[in-house]
């Protein structure tokens, strides 16, 4: 009886094996039929329309080294290995790719803003992101402020680029140029050609501080000088140093 169960087992297993093998190669066959080819791509922007992102860039994309990037249909394109393709596209932050039946992929791109220029001829993007792409899509509503220094501290310029211009709104002043030191010393140049030498932030919130009480100092400065100083160093400790107008002569 054992051995008659053994046989009556294993001839089920067999059974159970052949479906699953016949099974997969049926699920492949209808996988590869030419109405589940990937036919149509969809491009989409999260934050609504796109404004940098291209077809022409897309398919610049897809084409690569000369051959299609994307390999598979519906059930078996890697969709890991198709967000990598979209993510070469200039411009681009952050890709999402998902299906859509019965042979459409839908691609969703973030696109980067651009803030400014960085020196080696990279954006640096509001998020502090360097990035490459064509400058002048970037300056299509008017010319980008100029960030310089090591890459390292892109972030920070961009924070600091916001934070500087809330503290100089009150004097209608817009920043034209950022530059940081590799010993982390931060100047500013503004659209009326001043120049503010920060220096370095320490301890923390020092730069903040000296912008501040210059800022509510410039009433006095100008009543002073009779017009606004080229050059504000406020490197001091306990004060700052203004360069005269060049009506009053040397400093």
């Known amino acids: 009886m054992n051995r008659v169960r053994a046989m009556q087992w294993a001839t089920r297993a067999l059974l159970a094996a052949t479906c699953v093998v016949v099974l997969g190669a049926a699920a492949l066959w209808i996988a590869q039929r030419p109405l589940f080819e990937i036919r149509r791509i969809e491009l989409r922007g999260a934050d609504g329309a796109l404004q940098h992102v291209s077809v022409a ?35 681009v932050a952050g890709v999402s790719v998902r299906r859509g039946w019965p042979n459409r992929l839908i691609v969703t791109f973030t696109e980067h803003r651009a803030l400014g220029t960085w020196g080696d001829g990279r954006l640096l993007s509001d998020a502090g992101v360097l990035f490459v792409a064509n400058p002048a899509e970037a300056e299509s509503d008017g010319p980008l402020p100029e960030f310089d220094g090591p890459e390292r501290f892109a972030p920070e310029a961009a924070r600091r680029f916001r934070e500087f211009t809330a503290q100089l709104a009150p004097l209608q002043l817009a920043i034209e140029s950022i530059d940081v030191s590799e010993r982390a010393s931060w100047r500013l140049r503004t659209d009326s050609g001043q120049t503010f ?55």
Do not use: C, M
């Open 197 to 251: 030498e920060l220096g370095r932030d320490d301890p923390a919130g020092r730069i903040v501080q000296r912008l501040a009480a210059f800022v509510a100092s410039y009433p006095l400065v100008l009543a002073r000088v009779q017009s606004p100083p080229p050059r504000i160093d406020l490197r001091y400790a306990n004060g700052f140093a203004v360069a005269l107008p060049a009506s009053h002569g040397k400093p």
């Open 57 to 91: 860039a897309v398919r610049a994309a897809l084409r690569g080294d000369g051959r299609a990037q994307l390999r598979g249909g519906y059930f078996t394109l890697r969709l890991d290995d198709a967000r990598r393709v979209f993510e070469t596209v200039p411009w």
